[in-house]
């Protein structure tokens, strides 16, 4: 079963923000959530996580809404090499990681 | 620097060999993974394993099995390769714990079965 839900593309002109959405609705308390990205022919690469706060370091930030239901994922100031495949992730316990289909984010000069 | 290492980054084998795909970690991570990727599938989790000679299956096992003799190593082997184990194979580690650890990859092996 899906355990995330994302917008198969989007696009993104270079130099704006671009703002990926995720909707986990059946996370559960002790669940976190994961966003990698994935640019053709490289093994994904990891940005960043959460579990309830927002977060945010170097790549990106990461809202979590308070019902920890869905997440956004925020590249404030996008570039032609953020264009990629960036999935997100809920992890269960076990350390089991769950791999969507992701959004294919396309930026655009 | 985590880095992740696998044997081939492309690999061509007939139907019916026996493959073996290796990947080497060397930051001493307890935790090594096996996925493969396919289009439109996203990533699905085929073994992983938490220590040496420990392993657990993931979400689709069928036709493969692992091994880990040393902490640094996991290997990934299909025992007689078919057309539709034709995938893009990856390999990740990451630190053992209940915590949120990330995961390290590796470039893949882009395996074609003929």
């Known amino acids: 079963d899906a355990k995330t839900t994302q917008p198969p593309s989007m696009d993104c002109a270079e130099g704006r923000a671009a703002n990926l959405p995720c909707n986990h609705s059946?996370?559960?308390?002790?669940?976190?959530v994961y966003w990698y990205r994935q640019i053709h022919s490289q093994g994904p690469q990891y940005i960043i996580h959460g579990l309830k706060n927002n977060e945010t370091n170097e790549m990106a930030s990461l809202i979590i809404t308070e019902d920890r239901k869905s997440s956004t994922l925020i590249l404030p100031h996008a570039t032609l090499r953020d264009t990629a495949v960036y999935y997100c992730?809920?992890?269960?316990?076990?350390?089991?990681?769950?791999f969507g289909t992701g959004t294919s984010l396309t930026v655009i000069p | 620097d985590v880095k992740v290492t696998q044997s081939s980054r492309y690999l061509v084998k007939r139907t019916g060999e026996k493959v073996f795909l290796e990947c080497v970690q060397d930051m001493d991570h307890e935790n090594m993974f096996w996925y493969r990727q396919d289009p439109g599938l996203g990533l699905r989790l085929i073994y992983f394993?938490?220590?040496?000679?420990?392993?657990e299956k993931g979400d689709i096992p069928e036709g493969y099995s692992v091994s880990r003799e040393k902490k640094e190593r996991f290997s990934l082997i299909l025992e007689s390769a078919s057309t539709n184990q034709t995938s893009m194979y990856l390999c990740?580690?990451?630190?053992?714990?209940?915590?949120?650890?990330?995961?390290?990859f590796g470039p893949g092996t882009r395996l074609t079965v003929l």
């Open positions: 990740a580690s990451s630190l053992g714990g209940a915590g949120g650890n990330e995961q390290f």
């Open positions: 394993s938490y220590d040496v000679k420990m392993k």
């Open positions: 992730i809920v992890r269960v316990l076990g350390n089991q990681f769950y």
């Open positions: 059946t996370i559960s308390g002790n669940e976190y």
